[in-house]
Structures are given as C-alpha cells and as structure tokens.
C-alpha cells in the first residue's frame, strides 16, 4: 500500500497536464465505431481507442481522464508483476519487484504520455499469458498473447516471450501443445509478412531488413538498457529524444560482439537471471530489431522488458540466483 | 541492509519519477527538457517551437525554429526539417511578428 501511495504521488503532479505530443492526434482515434471498422483490415490498435472512447464516455474530454486511466492500468500491471514474482522470489522480493516496476523513472514516458496506451495494455496481455502459462494454461495463456495484437502490433513478440518463460521457470510442454504453439508462430508470421507486404514492405517508410540495421538498433537498445540503473543516478539522461548520432559504422561490430557474448556468458553460466533478462529484452524488441521502421526505439519501447528487469532486480537484491 | 537499499532504491525512483513526470505535463516542459538533454538535435528544437507557437510566445518560438534548422545536418526522406521549421516561421510571421522580415530568418520562411 505504501509503495502503491508512493506511485500514485510520484505521477500526481503530470495528471493536470495537457495533451503532449501525439496525445493531440490519438485520442481522435475514430472512436469505437472507426476502431472495429480498422479491426476488419488490420487487427492492431482496436483496444486503445475502445479504451479512449469508454475513458471520454464516462469522464469527459481532455487529457486528465486519460492520464488517470493511464496510471491505473500501470498500477494494474505492477500488481500483475507481483503476482508473476511471487513463485519465483522471496515475498519481499516480490514486493520489490512490483515497487520498482512500479516507481522506475523509465516508466514515465509509458504511463505519462497518453499516446503509449498501447504499450500498457500490451503488456496487461503479456502478464496475463505469462501467469496463465505459469498455471499450466497453456490455451489460455495464447490467446492473452495473441490478443497484444488488439493493443499494438509489435507486441506480437509475445507469442515468443511466453514459451521463453515457461522454459526458463522448467516447464515442459507435451509434444502436442509445442506443435500447436509452434503452429500458430508460422500463421502469425505468414499473416504478419502478407500485412506487411500490403502495407509495402519496399516502400517509403519501410526497408529491407539488414545486419548493419539490427546492429544499429542493438546499439540504441543497450543504451537504453543501460538507462536501468542509470536512471537512480542520472535522472536528466531520461529524454524523448535520444541523440543516436554516435551510432556510426565503426560502433555497429563491437555492439553486435558484445550482444553475442552476453548471450553466450549467458548459456555458459546457465541463464542466471541476468542472461534471462538479455534473452527475453532482445525477443521482446526483436521486431523491432529487424524490421526496419522510421520511428526509432523510445523508452516506452521497454515497458514489456522492464517485467523482467524488475524481478531480476528483485532476485538479486533479495538472493535468488535462479528460478 | 538489504531491506534498507531496497528502501533507498525505491525512493529514489519514486523522487526521480515525480521529477520526470513533471516534464510530461506540457508540449513546452517537454521539449524544453528534450533541449537539455539533448541539445545537438534538431527535432526538440522544433517541437519545442511548435508548443511555443501554440502559447503565442512568438519570439522564443522563432529561435527554436531557426535553431532546428541550424542544427539539423542533412535532409531526409520522411521529414524536411528545413521545410516544416521554415513553414514555422511563416506561421510565426502570420500570427504574431513579421520575423520573416529579418536577414537571418528570411531565407528559411516558407510559404504554402
């Protein structure tokens, strides 16, 4: 309750705020109507605008409604997050998981900015799938993954991190429920490449995927991973804008030497809680590693990452070296 | 001990966030922190113009306008920075001060 109040104060003063940014242009969203109608051509982005519209319906305009649900549904996550925590750390490590998850500045971007609706619902799927399949669910715990396709598309990585995380906490599957996981990981990606092929995979705002692309985005994602800790110290590093020009081509070799052997000190050491939260940072951003898209990566980009930063922090601080 | 830095971890979370959450409050505020953060790059510098016009603070909206331009190294295929500062500066000329006039804005005013 404690760290509850203290999350609800530490965002208390951004929740009389005005529209910043793309707030101005996603709460038009098309309403529910326009938001079915768009579901039939493309899935993404149906439950943000259903959620803008019943947030307009039952408080009005304007952007503190917003906000407040905002900050509500990131309380929610944070509570899933402990509840995710609980088999897996001490008690109070699990409560501290869900504080930090809770209290990180790195989270202000997702919970602030109204435009990142998407991000907080996706990752309310994604807890829910992870819990599902950490009770043998397995059905139920593919359709919560599939439904991040209802929040934001490249939250489609789901579908991945949950298998990941049944590994990781020694779930064994049966043949036929990796089959059929297996299955729809190929429907979803034949579905997802025609998506984009209609949308113009060569066109202006798309090129084709390249290594020195990923190596790019590699760099700019562990400048942001690094923003974890630095955050506690060094709160002005925290920006919409990062500057990326010092991501050159000299930097990109180094960058991708040092992703592959974090993952490689990983394996060798047997997925401590740190190799598993590389593993699952770079599956849950891999969309956005590969594909080559304009917008760039932002911190709000990490919401889904930072679930696990929070319970690795809350076992290393509270002594569980693995799960 | 642990539980103590644990104590200490979160408040200062907590500290940081409310101080980050108060630059989420207004286009201005966060822009304004952006330029601070990261002064070498052009699009906080617009941005920061854009909120600025909105709060008919003509004058410092035209120098952030002409800072992005200044500041915005080479064209691209998605945004013309010169061109969107510029029509910035045509707005600023429109809605409050005949800036467009001065040596050093005219060449960047664009016109629709």
Request: proline letters at 6%.
């Amino acid at each position: 309750m404690v760290c509850l109040a203290m999350t609800v104060l530490a965002y208390a003063s951004s929740l009389s705020g005005t529209h910043v940014y793309e707030d101005d242009v996603w709460p038009t969203w098309h309403g529910w109507r326009g938001a079915l109608a768009q579901a039939v051509r493309w899935p993404g982005r149906l439950l943000p605008p259903l959620t803008m519209d019943l947030t307009t319906a039952v408080a009005g305009p304007g952007s503190t409604p917003a906000r407040i649900v905002n900050l509500g549904w990131h309380l929610l996550n944070g509570l899933l997050v402990g509840l995710l925590a609980w088999p897996l750390l001490s008690a109070t490590g699990a409560v501290f998981a869900m504080a930090l998850f809770w209290l990180h500045p790195l989270q202000t971007e997702t919970v602030a900015y109204v435009a990142s609706r998407p991000e907080l619902i996706a990752a309310t799927c994604l807890l829910l799938a992870l819990l599902a399949v950490q009770r043998g669910w397995i059905g139920v715990a593919w359709v919560c993954a599939v439904a991040t396709l209802l929040a934001k598309e490249l939250t489609i990585t789901a579908v991945l991190l949950v298998p990941l995380f049944a590994w990781w906490t020694g779930q064994r599957w049966s043949c036929v429920a990796i089959t059929a996981w297996a299955a729809s990981l190929v429907m979803l990606a034949i579905g997802g490449l025609l998506a984009l092929h209609q949308r113009g995979l060569d066109g202006p705002l798309y090129g084709l995927p390249s290594i020195r692309y990923t190596a790019g985005q590699l760099a700019a994602l562990g400048r942001l991973v690094l923003l974890w800790p630095e955050a506690l110290v060094h709160p002005q590093a925290l920006t919409i804008d990062h500057d990326w020009r010092w991501i050159t081509r000299p930097v990109l070799g180094p960058v991708l030497a040092l992703w592959v052997w974090a993952l490689l000190a990983a394996h060798r050491h047997h997925w401590p809680w740190w190799g598993f939260a590389v593993a699952w940072t770079l599956v849950a951003l891999s969309l956005r590693l590969v594909l080559p898209i304009p917008d760039g990566l932002h911190e709000h980009h990490l919401y889904t990452a930072s679930i696990i930063w929070s319970l690795a922090s809350g076992a290393y601080l509270f002594q569980k070296a693995s799960a | 001990m642990r539980a103590f830095v644990g104590a200490l971890i979160l408040s200062l979370c907590a500290w940081h966030t409310h101080h980050r959450a108060e630059d989420w409050r207004s286009d201005e505020a966060l822009w304004s922190a952006a330029r601070r953060t990261a002064p070498a790059l052009a699009r906080p510098a617009f941005n920061l113009g854009v909120a600025l016009v909105k709060e008919a603070r003509w004058e410092d909206a035209t120098i952030q306008f002409l800072a992005a331009i200044q500041l915005y190294a080479a064209p691209s295929a998605w945004f013309d920075m010169q061109r969107h500062a510029g029509q910035g500066l045509a707005l600023v000329d429109t809605l409050g001060s005949p800036v467009c006039d001065r040596p050093e804005v005219s060449p960047w005013c664009v016109w629709r």
